[in-house]
């Protein structure tokens, strides 16, 4: 017997668990865990808590593969899942963080790169909350990409020396800060 599993996610994302190898239900209730991937754009816990009260009540262990305020998507800068994790965190809810900026996530490339010298690695991303901080917390070289997030996450900062001086006024600051990245 499969366990079941509510999968809280946008439009399109949803196919990524149409698979006969996942049991999925259509509500919360029935399910033995959830996996939370993704929410509508502008949507917070708020449109959440009918399946938030209940993972509380059934204390189903919630997956998700980011924690991040903000994400990326075809539309540009949207909310990310922050503030679902944020409220279901209050409620005591276990939730498995599967993304940066976890240690295993990095370790798992590492393990990849064999015995390079992680003075040769650098991390890149827009978001300080995670990309940042994950290769912070390994003692990496990071760079903050001011194109994605990154602004976003000062939304008074408009300009690349205001959103300097903003990094400089946090504990938490990126090796480099780049306007841009272009392969």
Avoid at 34 to 39: A, E, G, K, R
Avoid at 57 to 62: D, G, Q
Avoid at 117 to 146: E, F, H, M, Y
């Amino acid at each position: 017997d499969r366990s079941r599993c509510f999968v809280v996610a946008d439009g399109r994302d949803a196919s990524l668990f149409e698979s006969e190898s996942i049991n999925q239900v259509a509500s919360c209730h029935e399910a033995d865990y959830v996996i939370l991937l993704s929410i509508a754009p502008g949507e917070t816990a708020v449109e959440h808590s009918e399946w938030i009260e209940v993972a509380a009540e059934k204390h189903l262990p919630v997956i998700c593969p980011s924690a991040d305020l903000l994400s990326v998507s075809t539309r540009g800068v949207v909310s990310g899942l922050s503030s679902v994790v944020s409220d279901l965190a209050s409620k005591e809810v276990r939730v498995a963080n599967i993304g940066k900026p976890e240690k295993f996530v990095y370790d798992s490339s590492f393990e990849i790169l064999g015995d390079a010298d992680r003075s040769r690695i650098l991390a890149i991303g827009d978001q300080i909350g995670s990309d940042v901080l994950g290769a912070s917390r390994l003692g990496i070289d990071s760079a903050l990409v001011a194109t994605g997030a990154a602004f976003s996450t000062f939304p008074a900062v408009t300009t690349m020396d205001e959103l300097l001086a903003r990094l400089n006024e946090i504990e938490l600051r990126p090796t480099w800060l780049l306007d841009s990245l272009c392969w």
